[in-house]
Every structure is written in structure tokens, then in C-alpha cells.
């Protein structure tokens, strides 16, 4: 066995707890980072789902004034209406 003396238990006791420490503290962090990305993800994809609602409409709102002349123009033919609404 080895003899140690008291200066060097306690310093092997010190490196010891610094370890645990060390150790505890990462998987704190790991911890704490992963329920904050839970958190961020779950706000942001509400947010990103309504910037992409706010744009399909403002696209949908920009088509209509840009067509709008051309479907209104006389001469389309009489099933017109079934080429404007697509039924899923």
C-alpha cells in the first residue's frame, strides 16, 4: 500500500471533490441548456408558423390585385369559375 502523508490525502481529497464538482456542474449545464431549448423551440415555431400564415395571405392578397383585370376581363369561357376554385 501507499503511505501518504496527511498534505498529500488531503490534496488527493481536494482533487477528488474538484472532480465531482467539475463533473456535477457539467450535467447542471447540460441540464438547464436542454430545457432551455425545449423552451425556445416551443415558442418559436409559434411564431415562425404565424410569420409564415402572414405571408401566405399577403401573397394570396398581392395575387388578387395583380390578376384581379385579367379575370374580370370579358371573353373567359363559361366554366371559368372551375378554373378559379380548385377544390381539394
Not at 498529500?8 to 481529497?13: G, L, M
Not at 408558423?49 to 379575370?71: C, T
Amino acid at each position: 500500500m501507499l503511505n501518504l502523508s496527511s498534505k498529500q490525502k488531503q490534496s488527493v481529497r481536494k482533487a477528488s471533490i474538484h472532480r465531482v464538482l467539475a463533473i456535477r456542474l457539467a450535467i447542471t449545464a447540460a441540464i438547464i441548456s436542454l430545457l432551455l431549448s425545449v423552451i425556445v423551440i416551443l415558442t418559436e415555431r409559434g411564431k415562425v408558423g404565424e410569420v409564415v400564415l402572414d405571408r401566405a395571405l399577403q401573397g394570396a392578397a398581392h395575387f388578387s390585385i395583380q390578376a384581379g383585370y385579367l379575370l374580370d376581363k370579358p371573353g373567359l369561357p363559361e366554366d371559368a369559375d372551375s378554373l378559379i376554385y380548385v377544390s381539394n
